[in-house]
């Protein structure tokens, strides 16, 4: 039989028929003045309601202090679409059925009677369905969290036993700044709201190349079989980005590069990529593997910090030949500040797969790219035949799974240079989502939204996911406790982190793999 691109069509297994119906409801976005909303909700609705992936009836409400009307939200909101819809120009005809269904409550987060004028506004829509069929979408500060979420169950929005209908809170990282913290959070919002209610969202987990990654490890039994400590050197997962803090030093003051980017992105990544095989596709097996995961991920003792996990702050420099002002020279940044911007560690997971294989993970800014990559390295070949002649020019076999930009996977191993005699080159075989699937891929916002809106958790935090990330970082938060930042922790703009983040590697024979430019 020949092979044929309709046979690939045959091939193609569909799993949508597991989805769950997209019911009609109501969604209240909390902070509707705010950046996210205009930037990343409010299109990812729009095109989900212009591909027909909305529910038949459906409402948006608006939920800010900022007195306004109705109808110039939907003005604003209408030219936020123009800059940052992923499709133009937009499609005026959509655009007009979508906003009828717009409308804006003015309140403040605190206030009780706002939230009865809510709760009034939700009670003369049209059906039960809209009036209880709740979607609480919390793009405010995290002190916040707790607080409207009182509010809400006060003015009976939010009921833990629903009758038939549901309510559900999706709320935005950061979920706590420590461990203590993120429990007396979580604490309080399933006061008002089962765990099951509750919707974390780390819009990492939306990309499609991220989601692939369980795809691309369970479904291919080929790499699975070398998935393991037999067949692996070691892991780097790198998450770059070439842009200082910018407008977000304030933030970023508290936050830090631990707590914003390894705490969640580079942790479900790890977890992803690393944890066993769930008994089946539905949320909570998942993310039962995800949590086992990171329990089986060794802590640090204060005194292990300083050899395990590198620290780093930008000075001035140029990136992509741009001038970058030191963190500590930019907006609403303490001068003395100790702060890290970029973070490499070593980590072990404790479990039967992956013993002994060290995990180096790392994230900074102003690093010369933004890029975001997992790279499998692996066991070299024995020091016979090849390697006995060529040594360490001899490069090792490794899978890269590209997660951003130029998101595709490749296999690194070495070939014969064409001629006479074996001069032999490290070649690669690539896979483009672009070249193979079109250069469409949704918007992460579009994917979290609707799951919530269908009420698939898979892909959004369970609360004690939060937990074991938050008892890792607060292991090595410990180790710095009270240290300011030594000269070596300084970086230029422009390069990959200090160079202790190399020593890492190299006291053990390895080097990291810079991502490449696209």
């Not at 097996?285 to 995800?290: A, F, S, T, Y």
Request: proline content about 5%; some cysteine.
């Amino acid at each position: 039989m020949h092979h044929t691109e309709d046979m690939d069509e045959l091939m193609t297994c569909r799993l949508d028929h597991v989805r769950k119906a997209v019911e009609p409801c109501t969604l209240v976005i909390f902070g509707a003045s705010g950046d996210l909303t205009a930037r990343k909700l409010v299109p990812a609705l729009y095109h989900l309601s212009k591909d027909g992936q909305m529910p038949s009836d459906f409402r948006i409400i608006g939920f800010a202090r900022r007195e306004k009307s109705a109808a110039s939200w939907r003005a604003e909101l209408r030219e936020a679409l123009a800059a940052f819809s992923r499709s133009q120009p937009v499609d005026e005809p959509v655009w007009e059925a979508f906003a009828q269904r717009v409308d804006y409550c003015q309140g403040d987060l605190g206030d009780a009677a706002a939230y009865a004028k809510l709760a009034e506004h939700i009670q003369s829509f049209p059906t039960p369905e809209l009036q209880q069929n709740l979607l609480f979408y919390l793009a405010t500060s995290p002190s916040q969290f707790s607080v409207v979420a009182g509010h809400l169950h006060e003015a009976k929005l939010l009921h833990r036993d629903n009758h038939g209908f549901w309510q559900r809170l999706v709320i935005e990282k950061p979920f706590g700044r420590d461990l203590d913290s993120a429990r007396k959070l979580n604490h309080e919002l399933t006061r008002f709201a089962h765990e099951q209610q509750v919707f974390r969202i780390d819009h990492y987990l939306g990309k499609e190349t991220v989601q692939n990654i369980l795809t691309f490890r369970f479904a291919n039994s080929i790499f699975e079989r070398l998935w393991n400590r037999d067949a692996v050197d070691h892991i780097q997962i790198t998450v770059s980005e070439k842009l200082g803090v910018g407008s977000r030093g304030g933030y970023y003051e508290e936050a830090g590069a631990l707590r914003d980017m390894l705490q969640n992105h580079l942790m479900q990544v790890l977890a992803l990529v690393t944890m066993e095989p769930p008994v089946s596709l539905d949320a909570e097996p998942v993310r039962d593997e995800k949590v086992k995961l990171l329990s089986s991920l060794r802590r640090l003792r204060p005194d292990q910090v300083a050899a395990n996990v590198v620290r780093g702050q930008y000075r001035e420099g140029f990136v992509a030949g741009e001038a970058q002002a030191a963190y500590r020279s930019e907006s609403k940044v303490n001068p003395q500040s100790n702060v890290e911007t970029f973070v490499a560690a070593k980590l072990f997971i404790d479990n039967w797969r992956w013993a002994g294989v060290p995990i180096y993970l790392r994230t900074g800014k102003a690093l010369p790219l933004s890029a975001s990559e997992v790279r499998v390295q692996f066991k070299p070949t024995p020091n016979v035949l090849f390697a006995a002649q060529c040594g360490p020019l001899l490069d090792a076999n490794a899978l890269t799974l590209r997660l951003q930009p130029d998101e595709g996977i490749s296999l690194r191993f070495t070939g014969k240079v064409p001629g006479v005699g074996y001069g032999l080159r490290p070649v690669r075989m690539h896979f483009s989502y672009d070249s193979e699937f079109g250069a469409y891929t949704p918007e992460a916002y579009e994917r979290l939204l609707l799951d919530a809106i269908i009420g698939d958790a898979t892909l959004f935090i369970r609360r004690d996911e939060v937990e074991q990330a938050w008892e890792i970082v607060d292991s090595i938060r410990a180790g710095w406790d009270g240290l300011p930042l030594d000269k070596r922790e300084f970086y230029p703009a422009g390069n990959w982190g200090p160079h202790l983040a190399d020593e890492l590697l190299t006291q053990s024979g390895r080097a990291w793999r810079e991502p490449r430019n696209p």
